[in-house]
């Protein structure tokens, strides 16, 4: 089982990145998916959780109104669109998968029991 990121990379302040998350191995249509962040010497903190429907969602306030998160269950994929980006973005972006759960989002780590490996952002001009 496999959670795999990519999309990262280097962007200029103001500027955008399509972050995608594909899931092999086995389905996540009916979990729970998330991104998380993390920068060298801090916790994994919380982006934003999805429900196995798309129809909700929940957003850390410093990223509300500038990021989207999305998925396609048919392609086992999820996906976070990024705008607006500042130097704070600047991070390691995981993508999780709560498989116990398809509708109660999470903000806690050990919520999630399949992580990928991660897909840097950095922001800088």
């Known amino acids: 089982v496999q959670l795999v990121e990519s999309g990262g990379g280097l962007v200029q302040p103001g500027g955008s990145l399509r972050l995608s998350c594909a899931a092999s191995g086995r389905t996540f249509s009916n979990a729970v998916m998330a991104w998380f962040r993390q920068t060298p010497g801090k916790e994994r903190d919380f982006v934003a959780a999805i429900t196995w429907s798309g129809g909700g969602t929940d957003y850390v306030d410093s990223v509300k109104g500038r990021f989207t998160i999305s998925r396609d269950n048919a392609k086992n994929t999820v996906s976070l669109q990024v705008n607006s980006l500042k130097p704070e973005d600047t991070a390691v972006y995981y993508c999780?998968?709560?498989?116990?759960?398809?509708?109660?989002?999470?903000?806690?780590?050990?919520?999630?029991?399949?992580w990928g490996q991660g897909t840097q952002v950095t922001v800088s001009s």
């Open positions: 999780a998968a709560n498989s116990r759960t398809s509708i109660l989002l999470s903000r806690r780590l050990n919520q999630y029991d399949y």
